[in-house]
């Protein structure tokens, strides 16, 4: 028996300690003011851009750019509501309203249909009502010809606070021209951008109080002390408030996906205070009550350190992904998980030292700490049957590990937004009313810029926009033809005056023509025109490969027109590369995360067949989870690309603490009775731990949006699998001959015993 730490500690070592303590308190409670601004800049920083859900740094990210450079700013809001129609004065006014409504306003242009009908019916068009109507069918005018809308394009200050700038349409809709907001339909990159940041906030408020609330208070049912929930809300406090301010002070920005980072801190840090608790709790048996927190990170410092580093690495694999929100939330929630690693070791200890739970539950911890019928049970009952329990685990293995092979990605407006969410009944009403909303952006290069090339390449313009509107799921197009005078059928003479009168008002033509954003010229001296093809916003499939499809209609018709090339661009390119991505990134930062992490296990186990083993029932729940998800044609999203890391990371915490145990107590006993003891010290934090993260989580599957929903659901899902892995799998590998891996004789420490 050892009982160094409680023979030897004097009481100048009590006195050195305590004065510690208190100076680590101390130190703590001065970071607060910083702390505190920290969050709070954090939490005004919060933005969402829908473009910045598009990945970064590719082609087609370069191509988009280019498109804005030469034709502008092309985030649009569309405004309608039942009503309408081509003739109605209020959409003009509330055009105007809104352009004069504050300075600077929230928009730079507003556009209605009646005002681009006006332009096509005036001089030098003078096109009937009927054909005006027909150019703009499906873009401002509805397939009833009746039904318009109001298109707004957002100025700088507009993209920096959406959410006001969606605001001030509702506001003064109602103020100014009548319409109640729950009249009103609304659709676009802006709307998108400021659904997302009320959600984001709704989520940073409300659910991460309610899952803070609930971790807390399922952590005090179990562990009965006032005193330690206390410390562990402290530290809670500290660990959140730290991870917050350090986004904050680095230049970093909060939006929908960093929301989770405070909550996910929150049960991390509460996770490691269960652990070293349970530390302290198997000290007070054997030392002082003095020693006892500092004989617990004695104890649990190595599996705690570990268990951190192995979450961070789940987490910063998450960097590889060309998603800059879901980068961004990997580096910011492993540097976070990392400052939890402080507070576990040093301000939980400390606070144990100046402030111990009473003497009474400190007995009553001795008392409770006997042998556990349950345990012993399932102890007997794993040993006596790991050859079938290894086996039922390989056999759902398999069977779920094909369903990997039928997974499926998707960006689609649907899968980041419920069936019954306002945003997607307005985008409904819209595209059956109005007109499709996902934009796909064709631009057509002639080398020659000369007014007389002008005709001839509008006519291949018009060519080729009529050869897009056939395709079956381009439901309108919108081009420099629209605006252009029909073409002819007259021959001989009449043709000829025609085109001399038409050459003579190219100028203008194309002036107006650049002013709508239609035609540019390019640094390299070329015509560009654009046109704009639009597609359902709703569709599963409106970022599959309808681009490839269009080249393949489109480039050979290009390659015979003299000095003509075309570039295929816009947002719908980016979803379809952001959608190819998806499983790319899960598949990278998976294998980075299961890599990095057998390296770690390697290095503590010393011996790479145990770390290879020890991996074992932490892939089986990325395996099983994802595995279903395939089964059951489940789409991946970038919500859930997020989890298989994170969850593996964390699923690691209980194998570190289970085999640390084992280890200890193998040196001096047979390995049956070290796996009883490493389950009864182990086994009740696992599973508090366990249900604190999943309850903590499964509280943002009340979110909106759809992501974080489904990022909730399967980190709780792979959380319960990992924890029957580990109670269960792992047990059962250590009762056989695999056991003989783990029992280190030359490393590990015979634990001390009351």
Same mark, same amino acid.
């Given at each position: 028996? %050892? ?28 970071t607060?003011?910083?702390?505190? /601004?920290g ?12 473009? &910045? ?11 988009? !750019?280019?498109?804005q ?20 004065p ?16 929230? $928009? ?13 019916? +005036? ?36 993209? !920096?606070?959406? @959410?006001? @700038?969606?605001?001030?349409?509702? #506001?003064?809709?109602?103020?100014q ?23 984001s ?5 409300? /659910? ?31 660990c ?12 970093g920005?909060?939006n929908?996906t ?10 991390l ?12 709790r ?10 006892a ?49 402080l ?11 100046? =402030? ?8 009553? %911890?001795?008392?409770? +700490? ?10 007997? =009952?794993?040993?006596?049957?790991? +050859?079938?329990?290894?086996m039922? $685990? ?10 990997l ?11 980041? $937004? ?47 926009? !009529?050869?897009?509107r ?5 439901g309108?197009t919108?081009?420099?033809s ?11 003479? &009449? ?34 025109w654009?046109?704009?093809?639009r ?8 970022s599959?490969?309808l681009?490839? #499809?269009?080249?393949?209609?489109l ?18 390119p980016l ?28 290095f ?11 991996m ?11 595995g ?42 047979? +390995?049956? #009775? ?21 309850? @903590?989580?499964?509280? $943002? ?10 990022f ?25 001959r ?11 420490r ?5």
């Amino acid at each position: 028996m %050892h009982n160094s730490d409680s023979q030897s500690a004097t009481p100048s070592v009590h006195l050195l300690r305590s004065v510690g303590s208190w100076a680590i308190l101390v130190a703590a409670f001065a970071t607060s003011p910083w702390l505190y /601004l920290g969050t709070l800049g954090a939490i005004r920083s919060n933005t969402n851009d829908p473009r &910045q859900w598009l990945p970064r740094g590719f082609q087609e990210a370069v191509t988009y !750019q280019w498109l804005q450079d030469h034709f502008g700013n092309d985030e649009m809001t569309v405004v309608s509501w039942p009503g309408c129609v081509l003739g109605d004065p209020r959409a003009g006014q509330l055009a105007e309203a809104l352009l004069r409504e504050s300075e600077p306003s929230y $928009f730079e242009r507003a556009t209605t249909g009646d005002q681009l009908l006006q332009k096509l019916r +005036a001089p030098p068009l003078d096109l009937s009502r009927n054909e005006a109507i027909r150019r703009l069918s499906g873009v401002m005018v509805g397939p009833d010809g009746k039904t318009t809308c109001l298109v707004l394009t957002v100025s700088e200050r507009g993209k !920096q606070n959406r @959410a006001a @700038a969606v605001a001030q349409i509702l #506001e003064t809709a109602q103020q100014q021209v009548g319409i109640p907001p729950d009249q009103l339909r609304l659709g676009g990159a802006t709307v998108d951008g400021a659904t997302i940041d009320i959600e984001s906030r709704r989520m940073l408020v409300e /659910l991460s109080c309610v899952s803070g609330a609930i971790a807390l208070l399922i952590t005090w049912s179990q562990l009965r002390s006032v005193r330690m929930a206390v410390l562990i809300l402290i530290n809670n406090a500290f660990c959140t408030t730290g991870s917050l301010a350090f986004l904050y002070y680095t230049g970093g920005h909060m939006n929908l996906t960093m929301t989770m980072l405070p909550a996910l801190v929150s049960v991390l840090s509460m996770s490691g205070a269960i652990h070293i608790i349970n530390y302290y709790r198997a000290a007070l048996l054997t030392t002082s009550d003095q020693s006892a927190p500092w004989r617990a990170v004695r104890d649990g410092w190595q599996p705690c350190t570990l268990s951190s580093l192995t979450t961070a690495i789940g987490l910063s694999s998450l960097a590889v992904s060309n998603i800059v929100p879901v980068k961004m939330f990997g580096i910011y929630s492993a540097a976070g998980v990392l400052l939890t690693l402080l507070g576990v070791l040093v301000l939980i200890p400390a606070g144990l030292t100046v =402030w111990p739970p009473s003497a009474s539950r400190r007995n009553r %911890h001795r008392e409770r +700490a006997g042998d556990s019928w349950l345990v012993n049970t399932w102890a007997e =009952w794993v040993w006596n049957k790991p +050859a079938w329990i290894i086996m039922t $685990f390989i056999v759902g293995l398999g069977l779920t590990a094909y369903g990997l092979t039928r997974l499926h990605s998707t960006v689609s407006l649907y899968y980041r $937004f419920g069936a019954a969410s306002r945003i997607l009944q307005d985008y409904g009403w819209l595209e059956q009313n109005v007109g499709p909303l996902s934009p796909l952006e064709l631009v057509i290069h002639f080398n020659d810029v000369s007014e007389d090339s002008l005709w001839s390449q509008l006519d291949h313009v018009r060519s080729i926009e !009529q050869v897009v509107r056939r395709h079956g799921r381009v439901g309108a197009t919108l081009s420099a033809s629209s605006f252009a005078p029909p073409q002819s059928r007259s021959t001989g003479m &009449q043709r000829v005056i025609r085109q001399a009168v038409l050459r003579r008002s190219a100028g203008e033509l194309e002036q107006r023509m650049q002013a709508a954003g239609l035609v540019a010229h390019s640094a390299d001296s070329q015509r560009l025109w654009r046109i704009s093809v639009r597609t359902s916003a709703l569709s599963y499939t409106s970022s599959d490969r309808l681009t490839e #499809e269009l080249k393949v209609e489109l480039d050979p018709i290009i390659e015979n027109v003299p000095g003509a090339t075309i570039t295929y661009t816009g947002v719908l390119p980016l979803m379809y590369r952001a959608q190819r991505s998806l499983l790319s990134d899960l598949t990278t930062s998976f294998m980075m995360a299961f890599a990095l992490i057998s390296l770690v296990m390697m290095f503590y186990l010393r011996s790479i067949a145990a770390g290879l083993v020890a991996m074992l029932p932490n892939i089986i729940p990325v395996v099983m989870v994802f595995g279903f998800m395939g089964w059951l044609d489940i789409w991946i999203e970038i919500g859930t690309i997020m989890t298989a890391s994170v969850a593996m990371g964390i699923a690691v915490d209980d194998t570190l603490h289970l085999l640390t145990w084992y280890r200890r107590v193998a040196v001096s006993t047979t +390995a049956r #009775e070290a796996v009883r003891r490493a389950l009864a010290h182990c086994a009740k934090a696992m599973v508090l731990t366990t249900l604190t993260c999943s309850c @903590a989580m499964l509280v $943002f599957s009340y979110s909106s949006f759809m992501p974080i929903r489904r990022f909730a659901w399967l980190m709780a899902a792979q959380l319960f699998v990992g924890l029957v892995g580990d109670l269960v799998l792992l047990p059962a590998l250590l009762s056989t001959r695999l056991g003989k891996l783990f029992q280190s004789r030359s490393t590990a420490r015979e634990p001390d015993e009351p």
